[in-house]
Structure formats: structure tokens, C-alpha cells
């Protein structure tokens, strides 16, 4: 599998109850490594036990790290280091006291500017599956990338899936041109917010099915309820969630991504790799950071 996305620094901070403005408010804090991108990959590796590399754009300043904490998650990185922008920064406020929800306070840096002239064909040689980051399609130099590996996975029938990644961005994009793009790609997997905004339908299963309309098979996420599944116009199956008490939820979503895929591509059926999608979601959520256990 060939994941193309962001590798990012993440500091997180657990804070209890609301933010105190104006003075201090007490947090544990730790800097760990991230990104959608990266954090599907190394829940692939570490769920499905395959052959999977990511492509990914940092600075200088951060590269050697995230190699080795990739490498350490069994994916094999192809790091492209940007001579004029940092790795990305997101910072994660977490709320103990709320479900462990977060708010992300973002710094894209080098993530979204990768470009045509960093791919390689040579990156599918035996890849079965090509994943991209959605982020990827919110600036034109990326998306120009997005494009071109796109017209190189088609062209050796490798199937693509991609992750909305981002309620916010995708309203400035516009719903109607993020719907141009990913048109003819084979599998969807936004969160419930996002299919919610993509079709202006407030029931997630009603948002999913008008979703696959557009796209082959679209797996809507639900956190806590689990997952959607829709084909042609319709949801055919409910994938309960697994239960477990959140610390943090900061990579649940990506748990379930890179779960999800493994699955599809050792041969499961979309139903049975949501299952396992969701079954990675319960340790996400329990620990800190968005890697798989044992990772970081």
C-alpha cells in the first residue's frame, strides 16, 4: 500500500475542563510524531502486517525523527525535504472532561507543498492500494500531485481512496469542487461532520448514501457509533464501534483508516474491514497521540 499524505509534529495538550483565558490553564504536554497521512500508514503496517510506504513532504528540521518513528512502525518513508518550509505543526488541545474531544490549531508547513515533480511511478511498483490525505486537494501545487499519481494508479488499475481530512478546509474549497475531484475514485472515508457537510444532509446514513452516488464505496466513520457503508444510493450495513473510555481521540480516525484499508487489501470484504477498522479505533482513543501501541 502506498499511502500519499502529511507527516506532522503534533504537541498535545490534556487539559481538564474548559481554557482559562487570561492566565494559566494545567495540561499534561508532550510532542509526539503525527499526520493523517502518517498515522494511516504506520496503523496499516501495524494492523495488516503489509508492505506499506508513505509519501510525504517535511523541513529539515524534522525529517531524521520522523524516519525513524515511521521506520519504528514498520512503513517505509519517502520523505521529500522542503528547502524553504517547516515540517507541519498541529497543536491539539484535548479536553479530559469532554469525551476527550480536541481542537486542532493547524500549521500545514511543508505537508501541502508537495508537488508533481516529487512523485515517482516507481513508487506503485507492487503497490495493490493508493491512498491519499485530503488536505492534498486544498492547494494547487498538491493537488497538481494528487492528479498526477491519481492518473498513475488508474493506469495500472491500482484502486484509490481518500480521506476527506477536514470539515474546515473543505468548506473553503467548496463542496461542489471537492466533488469534481474526487470523482471516479473507488472508496470515500470521511468522518460524520464531513459527508454531513458534502451533501447538506443533517442524518449521517442519509449523507452517506447520497455520497455513493459519487464514488464507488463510501465508509462514513461515526467515533462512538461506529461505521456507514453505501453503494449505489443506499447504506447497506451498520458497523457497531468497539466500546473504550477516550484520552484522547486525536488519531481514532485515522486507527480505523489504516485498519480499514489493510483489511480490503489482504482480501476482506468492506464490511469486515470496517469491523476491524473500528476494532483499531478502541486503543486509539485510549492513548496519547495518534501511533499505534507499542509506536512512539
Known amino acids: 500500500m502506498l499511502v500519499v499524505g502529511d507527516v506532522i509534529t503534533d504537541v498535545v495538550a490534556r487539559h481538564r475542563g ?13 510532542t509526539v510524531p503525527g499526520g493523517a497521512g502518517a498515522n494511516v500508514a504506520c496503523w496499516a503496517a501495524h494492523e495488516g502486517g503489509t508492505d506499506v510506504r508513505l509519501l510525504g513532504r517535511v523541513g529539515a528540521e524534522a525529517v531524521t525523527w520522523h524516519e525513524r518513528e515511521l521506520a519504528a512502525c514498520g512503513v517505509r518513508p519517502h520523505l521529500v525535504v522542503d528547502p524553504d518550509a517547516p515540517t507541519g505543526t498541529v497543536i491539539c488541545l484535548v479536553n479530559s472532561e469532554d469525551a476527550a474531544e480536541r481542537t486542532l490549531i493547524t ?16 513508487l506503485l511498483d507492487g503497490v495493490a492500494w493508493l491512498h491519499l490525505w485530503g488536505h492534498l486537494l486544498f492547494s494547487e501545487t498538491s493537488r497538481a500531485l494528487v492528479a498526477v499519481a491519481v492518473e498513475a494508479a488508474r ?29 471516479g475514485m473507488d472508496v470515500l472515508l470521511p468522518s460524520r461532520d464531513e459527508a454531513c457537510l458534502l451533501t447538506g444532509f443533517p442524518d449521517t446514513a442519509d449523507a452517506a448514501a447520497e455520497l455513493s452516488r459519487h464514488v464507488l464505496l463510501v465508509v462514513a466513520e461515526q467515533s462512538a457509533d461506529g461505521a456507514l457503508i453505501a453503494r449505489s444510493g443506499a447504506v447497506g450495513v451498520q458497523v457497531p464501534a468497539v466500546p473504550a473510555t477516550p ?10 483508516t489504516g485498519a480499514f484499508l489493510a483489511a480490503l487489501v489482504t482480501g476482506a470484504d468492506p464490511e469486515k474491514a470496517a469491523a476491524e477498522g473500528c476494532r483499531a479505533g478502541a486503543p486509539a482513543v485510549e492513548r496519547m497521540g495518534g501511533r499505534p501501541p507499542g509506536a512512539g
Not at 500549521?107 to 516507481?122: I, K, N, T, Y
Not at 473553503?172 to 469542487?177: K, Q, S, Y
Not at 484520552?247 to 480505523?256: L, S
Open 155 to 183: 493506469a495500472r488499475g491500482v484502486p484509490v481512496s481518500l480521506d476527506p481530512a477536514s470539515a474546515g478546509f473543505l468548506t473553503e474549497l467548496g463542496v461542489g469542487r471537492f466533488l469534481e475531484l474526487v470523482a
Open 18 to 30: 474548559p481554557l482559562a483565558c487570561g492566565t494559566d490553564t494545567v495540561a499534561r504536554i508532550r
Open 107 to 122: 500549521d500545514s508547513g511543508a505537508s501541502v507543498r508537495l508537488a508533481p515533480e516529487d512523485w515517482s511511478d516507481a
Open 247 to 256: 484520552r484522547d481521540t486525536t488519531g481514532a480516525g485515522d486507527a480505523f
